[in-house]
C-alpha cells in the first residue's frame, strides 16, 4: 500500500471514528432505483445572468430536497456554460478565509481566467456540518433523493443555459457530484460534455467493497445485492451513445476504485492520475488543467467564444 493508498484508507477511518454511530443507510435500507427517481425529478431556475446564491426546492419522486445555485461568472451568450458540482461533505459557497472546497481551489483562488459562464451547484443536506449531513444519510432514500435533487438542477441549469446561449453546456464534478454528473448523463443526456472526476456509475460498490464500507451500516452491507440494485446505473450510462463524456480516475484511489469503476468507461477516452482520492482531489492544477482542456475545445469548436 503506497502514500496514496494510506491517505484515503486513513481518512476514511479517522472520519469513520469522528462521526461514531452517524453511519450511511443505518435507518432504512427502503427506496427506489436511483436512476428511476433521478429521472422522474425536475426543478426550476431563474436569471443566470444574475450574481448570488439562490435556494431551490427540487421535487422528487421521494420528496422535496433543498439545494441551490451560484452563478459566478456570466461572461455572455458567446461563451461555454460550465455547470460545477461539489464533492461529498463540501460546503461550495463557503470562500471564509480559513475554508477550503473543490470550487474554490479550482475557480476562485486561481488567477487563470476561466473562459466560459460558470455556475456551482450545492447538493442537498451540503449547507451545514458533516455531523448533520452524516445523519440524514442514515436513510438510503435521503442519500437517493439528494443525488436526485442535484441531476434535476443540473438539468434546468443546463436547460436555462441552453436557451440564454448556443454556445455549448458543459457538467463537472467531483466525487459525489462526479456521480451526479453521471447521473444526469444516464438519464438526461442533454448536456454537451461532461466531465466527471473520480467517479463512475457502479455507485453501490462505494459502500460495499471500497474502504468507505467503514462509513455504511453493517445491516447494509449484509444486502449487497439490494444496494447495487438500488444505487447502480451502469446500464443506463453505458446505454447513452454520445461520445460526450471525458472521465478522470485516480489509479491509487481507494474509496472510488479504479479497477471497478474503469469498465463504466469502456469505448471511453479515460484520463488517469496517479494519486489517490485525497491526493488526486488536492492535484488542484491538474484536475483544473483537465477541465480546461475541454472548455477550451468547446471554444473552438465552431459554437465557441473564439
Known amino acids: 500500500m503506497n502514500v496514496h493508498e494510506l491517505l484515503d484508507v486513513g481518512t476514511v477511518q479517522l472520519s469513520a471514528l469522528l462521526l461514531r454511530d452517524a453511519t450511511f443507510f443505518s435507518r432504512s435500507l427502503d427506496s427506489r432505483p436511483l436512476v428511476e427517481v433521478a429521472s422522474e425529478t425536475d426543478a426550476s431556475v431563474d436569471d443566470l445572468g444574475r450574481a448570488g446564491e439562490r435556494t431551490v426546492t427540487v421535487d422528487t419522486p421521494v ?8 452563478p459566478w461568472q456570466w461572461r ?10 461539489h464533492g461529498s461533505g463540501e460546503r461550495p459557497f463557503d470562500f471564509g478565509r480559513f475554508s477550503s472546497n473543490s470550487f474554490r481551489r ?10 466560459a ?34 441531476v434535476g438542477l443540473i ?9 440564454r446561449t448556443s454556445s455549448p453546456v458543459l457538467a463537472s464534478g467531483i466525487s459525489l457530484g462526479g456521480w451526479a454528473v453521471n447521473l444526469h448523463r444516464a438519464c438526461f443526456d442533454t448536456v454537451d460534455q461532461y466531465i466527471p472526476i473520480f467517479a463512475g456509475a457502479a455507485l453501490g460498490e462505494l459502500f460495499l467493497s471500497s474502504v468507505y464500507r467503514k462509513m455504511t451500516a453493517g445491516t447494509a452491507q449484509r444486502q449487497p445485492d439490494h444496494l447495487r440494485d438500488v444505487l447502480d446505473f451502469e446500464e443506463a450510462f453505458r446505454a447513452v451513445e454520445a461520445d460526450n463524456c471525458a472521465p478522470l480516475l485516480a489509479r491509487y484511489d481507494r474509496i472510488i476504485e479504479f479497477d471497478r469503476q474503469r469498465p463504466s468507461y469502456d469505448g471511453m477516452s479515460l484520463s488517469v492520475l496517479d494519486n489517490g482520492h485525497v491526493t488526486g482531489s488536492l492535484a488542484t492544477d491538474r484536475l483544473r488543467e483537465h ?4 472548455l477550451s475545445a468547446s471554444n473552438t469548436d465552431g459554437n465557441g467564444h473564439e
Open 155 to 163: 438539468d434546468a441549469l443546463a436547460e436555462e443555459a441552453s436557451e
Open 63 to 70: 420528496g422535496a430536497f433543498e439545494a441551490a445555485y451560484m
Open 291 to 294: 477541465i480546461l482542456r475541454f
Open 106 to 115: 479550482l475557480f476562485v483562488a486561481s488567477d487563470e481566467a476561466i473562459p
Open 76 to 85: 455572455g451568450p458567446d461563451y461555454p456554460t460550465l455547470i460545477y458540482h
Open 117 to 150: 459562464n460558470l455556475v456551482v451547484v450545492r447538493a442537498p443536506f451540503h449547507d451545514g456540518s458533516n455531523m448533520d449531513y452524516a445523519r440524514a444519510m442514515g436513510d438510503l432514500e435521503s442519500f437517493v433523493g439528494m443525488l436526485a435533487a442535484s
